[in-house]
């Protein structure tokens, strides 16, 4: 079945790059996802990505897709303290029937 | 539009009590998830709808636990004789079914404590 694999931690000082880590299975995965979670919040979508794209930009965050190694990544320019939380990848199959399945999250810290 | 809305925020609840959660989805998305997120981990898929009709459900749903959308709108999940692993936060999502490749709008979840 799908799998979605994510370093569990990263600690960052502000002002640096972030750069958040994903792997997953499912070869047949059309979009991917980024949300993020502070505590005791539900997930909020961050940004996806539809799988014939190699990149995404959207103001500080830069999303790399790498379809041959399933390899997703997320990178926060410009750290800030309010950035800190957990970030979770997910993966949809290609079907749009089919709900997204997440990994277990990478929690980043903001050193000041 | 207030997004999703989840209630109650917590529960606590002693062991072989049943629980029942409400979800209110954005007013015009026909779709509705329900996932679980224990400590540590990421949201586990339950089940979701397309208005009023349970699409899939997980192996994770067992027979202790029902959902229903009876009019397409809100949904609630029950819990029947609640176990300790039913310790989780519970969360709602919701998306317009034609629109769902951009992904979903979660609700602030509901935490359930089993004592």
């Known amino acids: 079945g799908e799998d979605v694999e994510q370093s569990l931690f990263l600690s960052v000082r502000e002002g640096d790059s972030s750069v958040i880590n994903c792997t997953y299975t499912?070869?047949?995965?059309?979009?991917l996802y980024w949300y993020k979670q502070e505590p005791g919040a539900g997930l909020q979508l961050l940004t996806y990505?539809?799988?014939?794209?190699d990149m995404k930009q959207d103001q500080r965050l830069t999303v790399l897709l790498n379809k041959k190694d399933k390899h997703l990544s997320l990178r926060i320019a410009d750290t800030q303290t309010g950035d800190s939380a957990i970030y979770f990848c997910?993966?949809?199959?290609?079907?749009?029937?089919?709900?997204?399945?997440f990994g277990k999250g990478t929690r980043l810290s903001v050193i000041a | 539009d207030t997004g999703v809305s989840q209630n109650p925020r917590h529960k606590i609840t002693k062991r072989g009590q049943n629980v029942t959660f409400r979800c209110d989805p954005i007013?015009?998305?026909?779709?509705l998830y329900w996932y679980r997120q224990t400590l540590g981990q990421g949201p586990e898929f339950l089940t979701y709808?397309?208005?009023?009709?349970?699409?899939?459900k997980s192996r994770l749903l067992s027979d202790r636990f029902s959902a229903e959308r009876p009019k397409g709108s809100f949904s609630t999940l029950e819990i029947q004789r609640t176990e300790q692993g039913d310790s989780a936060m519970y969360l709602c999502?919701?998306?317009?079914?034609?629109?769902?490749?951009?992904?979903?709008?979660f609700g602030s979840g509901t935490r359930l404590t089993v004592v």
């Open positions: 999502a919701s998306s317009l079914a034609f629109k769902s490749d951009y992904g979903y709008t």
């Open positions: 499912d070869s047949s995965s059309t979009y």
């Open positions: 990505i539809f799988s014939n794209m």
């Open positions: 997910a993966e949809r199959g290609n079907s749009g029937n089919t709900p997204l399945v």
């Open positions: 007013s015009e998305h026909n779709r």
């Open positions: 709808f397309q208005n009023e009709a349970q699409l899939e």
